[in-house]
């Protein structure tokens, strides 16, 4: 790994994948290893105060022999606001909507929430924030530390305010790395269950295997009970499954923003949790941790839309549960 220009080595960048807790750091002559015991669908960050951050897809099927980095532009762009919230209020609302309100949102705390640029778009009704270091996230809850590269986080309200029933999207994009402070605590391992049960990747996970009933999930059309593999099929290809929907099966449409859905699924857990699942594309890809490509083909409402980074796990926990 060099510098774009100058091709010297860069060393002490930092190298992981993403979401995960495989992560290590380059020597003096810009080499690094990262051993994994599966082939998992998720990008390779490196992060390094001086660089922009460099993001390879598929890393896995790809030559990182030759990586360039770029440094960063030191250029800041002039904001000019007439009025604003205060702080303190941006703040909260931005604890509340990258949290959330669970119980593991609220005890997240962020270690440098002073690096956090934050501001209210009165013209566009928007939140909105961005960090030109990694957020120090501890989740106390789940007993994770975490270092989260803020992409992008943008929030919208249906009316000029703060207030959580009037958001109508949310956009928060970023990549993170974690660390176990608690791998041997029962009483953490019995939560993080409980959050991976109710998690996107383990319904997919579910749906793959075809163990949705095992784990206690029902999927639903128009009210009625259904069998999904009448709706989707499920196929190899190699190190991912592809999950189709099926030509002519029926399956419930509706309208999510402008954009026609492809079909939608309804489930429910331990028959009480419910959700749509919504696919805007009939193709989809997912690997055995229960991660879905492309993500933003896929969106959830109900319990799963709920989700936020205070119940995020490390993605290959699927791999193990």
Known sequence: MCDIITRKPVADAVVFLDGTLFRTVTDAEGRFSIQTDKVLNVPLVIRHLSYELYIVENPFEKDLSAILLSEKNSVIEEVVISFQYSRERLMAAFYEQFFGLSLSGKSCKIQNEEEIEIFYDFEQNKLKAS?????????????????????AFEVEYAKRTLQNEWVKKSSILGVSSFTDLAPERSKIRKRRERIYLQSPECFFKGLITKRLKAIDYEVFQKGMLVNVYDYLEVSDTLALKTVR????????????GLTKAKGILTVRYKKRFQSDVIFLSDLLWVDECGIVTPPLDIYYSGELGKQRMGGLLPREYGLHH
């Open 131 to 151: 960090c030109g270091q990694p957020l120090e996230i501890v989740n106390e809850y789940l007993g994770y530390a975490i270092q989260y590269d803020l992409v």
């Open 245 to 256: 929907i099926k030509p002519n099966s029926g399956i419930q449409t509706s309208i999510v």
